[in-house]
Nanobody, 113 residues
Framework: VQLQASGGGLVQAGGSLKLSCAAS??????MGWYRQAPGKQRDLVAT???????NYADSVKGRFTISRDNAKNTVYLQMNSLKPEDTAVYYC??????????WGKGTQVTVSS
């Protein structure tokens, strides 16, 4: 399984970014995003099951939207109304049907105040 993420960058508070992550090498049950800020643990941002059920961290509800294209094995994260506390390395995640947990290399999102 390989995960290739893109779309991170630097944005001002209140701005928007969209992350994308393309997976290969399997059929993917859950796809989503976690993030890790400096000195903190890696936390859930949002996940989406193949059938469409979503799960969001409370801190991003109403601001972030996760979506996926099963035909392309790609998951997206639209991030709006970004805040400085959203600054972190964002990791793409997937849980294939044949088992295991896989992580991408991470993409930096920096929100300036």
């Amino acid at each position: 399984v390989q995960l290739q993420a893109s779309g991170g960058g630097l944005v001002q508070a209140g701005g928007s970014l969209k992350l994308s992550c393309a997976a290969s090498g399997g059929i993917f049950s859950v796809m989503g995003w976690y993030r890790q800020a400096p000195g903190k643990q890696r936390d859930l941002v949002a996940t989406m099951a193949r059938g469409g059920r979503t799960n969001y961290a409370d801190s991003v509800k109403g601001r972030f939207t996760i979506s996926r294209d099963n035909a392309k094995n790609t998951v997206y994260l639209q991030m709006n109304s970004l805040k400085p506390e959203d600054t972190a390395v964002y990791y793409c995640y997937t849980n294939p049907y044949n088992g295991g947990d896989y992580w991408g290399k991470g993409t930096q999102v920096t929100v300036s105040s």
